[in-house]
């Protein structure tokens, strides 16, 4: 079994509706990053969350540590959201270098 | 600033062949990692680095050499290629800040190589 677990693998959206791509983990984590890769690849760094709640932009992550469970949420999704969503956890006592990914969740938002 | 710098962004290597993936970053990061991505698999880890002259093995580090003598360069070497080794490979920095509970920390990603062993 995978430690990190994302659902859904694929995701078709109209533009303009709410999105939620989660990701389930089972070890204990110090952090929880969610990434954004872009077709063309590179990969970037959306949020780091310990615990809580953040918000950026049209963007939330939530995480319930309790659950072993985080959400990303996108509103008011446009086009240009298009792209692969990816969660990576780093584990209790792990080094900042040392992160687990989830397969990540491909996400095609239509005009 | 230029980030993380990784190069080449294409190789084609012959099975048996040797190269060095350079990776370098500008930012004074302590923490570095190379990480590969092949389709279907979520990114794994090969190699990382807490400091200069500090390396430790990830998830999947045979055939695969680094080293850290500098903080803004953590090269990742090839030592006989096999066709195994074809993948995508991405270079990885990070940083702790204060900030919120427990502080915070922040991810930057070179632009990836696409390395094919024939």
């Known amino acids: 079994k995978n430690e990190v677990e994302q659902s859904p693998q694929n995701l078709t959206a109209q533009e303009g509706e709410f999105i939620t791509i989660n990701c389930s983990y089972s070890?204990?984590?110090?952090?929880l990053h969610w990434l954004q890769q872009h077709p063309g690849g590179g990969i970037v760094s959306l949020f780091m969350?310990?615990?809580g709640k953040k918000k950026h932009g049209r963007l939330i992550a939530t995480i319930n540590i309790q659950e072993k469970h985080s959400s990303l949420h996108i509103t008011a999704s446009h086009p240009r959201d298009s792209a692969v969503y990816i969660c990576?956890?780093?584990?209790?006592?792990?080094?900042?270098?040392?992160?687990?990914f989830g397969k990540g969740t491909k996400l095609s938002v239509k005009p | 600033n230029a980030g993380v710098t990784q190069t080449p962004k294409f190789q084609v290597l012959k099975t048996g062949q040797s190269m060095t993936l350079q990776c370098a970053q500008d930012m004074n990061h302590e923490y570095m990692s190379w990480y590969r991505q092949d389709p279907g698999m979520g990114l794994r880890l090969i190699h990382y680095?807490?400091?200069?002259?500090?390396?430790d093995q990830g998830e999947v580090p045979n055939g695969y050499n680094v080293s850290r003598s500098t903080t803004e360069d953590f090269p990742l070497r090839l030592l006989s290629a096999a066709p195994s080794q074809t993948s995508v490979y991405f270079c990885?920095?990070?940083?702790?800040?204060?900030?919120?509970?427990?502080?915070?920390?922040?991810?930057?990603f070179g632009s990836g190589t696409q390395l094919s062993v024939l």
């Open positions: 990576a956890v780093r584990s209790y006592g792990g080094s900042q270098g040392n992160l687990i």
């Open positions: 969350l310990s615990s």
């Open positions: 680095s807490v400091g200069a002259g500090i390396t």
């Open positions: 990885a920095s990070s940083y702790s800040y204060p900030g919120g509970a427990g502080g915070s920390e922040k991810l930057f």
């Open positions: 070890v204990g984590i110090s952090a």
